[in-house]
């Protein structure tokens, strides 16, 4: 709860989102909750885009029953589909197959960034800064690597308009590419980031994801990649 204060102290946050509440004990000592992060989740429950499970909130971008009421075989509307929630760091040793503290103590999920259980985290780099990175479910996405370095840049990918972004190969390419399927955006939200930000939303997430890695890659160029493989091999 002191960590809370200080967001509420500094930012004028009073009270806390929910979302943000939940999350913040679940965070590894080092970690903050990021203030855009919050920012984000008080404008979700503001537009009620969120449900109440036994086990705390998730949070959307789009409202779920507006969603679900226009998908269609062709496509839907809402832009990227991704839950936040309050997960920490209790799963992750199915991921790793492994508890120890080097790993236990450097990540706390906080979103599932698609249908097949890949997630979002923030993860403390070996010099003691905070990023967000993505852990492919393995199953589905194999994508592993930082998303963004700075949370606001995680808003703007969030805002580019992919289906999902645990898809790696498509950072390269805008959204709807394959035409096959195709995701209408979510304007509400993008020009919530643009205007609270005051910033501008690229293309391609290649813009922001810097080095997009494979859990099947050889070698890579991403320190969060590089740092998971001393871990599980």
Aim: glycine share 10%; with cysteine.
């Amino acid at each position: 709860m002191q960590m809370l204060r200080g967001i509420v102290n500094i930012f004028g946050f009073n009270p806390p989102s929910v979302l943000g509440q939940q999350i913040a004990p679940t965070l590894c000592a080092g970690m903050v909750l990021p203030p855009p992060l919050e920012l984000l989740f008080r404008w979700i429950e503001s537009r009620r885009c969120f449900v109440d499970m036994p086990n705390g909130r998730i949070g959307f971008l789009f409202p779920e029953a507006e969603m679900k009421k226009g998908w269609t075989d062709d496509g839907r509307p809402g832009g990227t589909d991704i839950g936040f929630a309050a997960e920490g760091n209790v799963n992750l040793r199915y991921w790793f197959k492994t508890t120890e503290p080097e790993v236990m103590n450097r990540l706390c999920v906080f979103a599932k960034s698609g249908g097949d259980g890949s997630m979002a985290a923030f993860w403390l780099a070996d010099d003691g800064s905070q990023k967000i990175v993505h852990l492919g479910s393995g199953s589905g996405s194999v994508t592993l690597c930082i998303l963004a370095d700075y949370p606001v840049d995680f808003l703007r990918l969030l805002a580019i308009g992919y289906d999902e972004i645990c898809w790696g190969d498509a950072y390269f390419k805008p959204p709807n590419a394959n035409g096959e399927f195709v995701v209408g955006p979510n304007l509400a939200y993008r020009e919530w980031v643009e205007e609270t930000f005051h910033v501008t939303i690229p293309t391609r997430a290649i813009e922001i994801v810097r080095h997009p890695a494979s859990m099947d890659d050889d070698n890579s160029e991403d320190a969060f990649w590089q740092w998971v493989k001393k871990h599980v091999g």
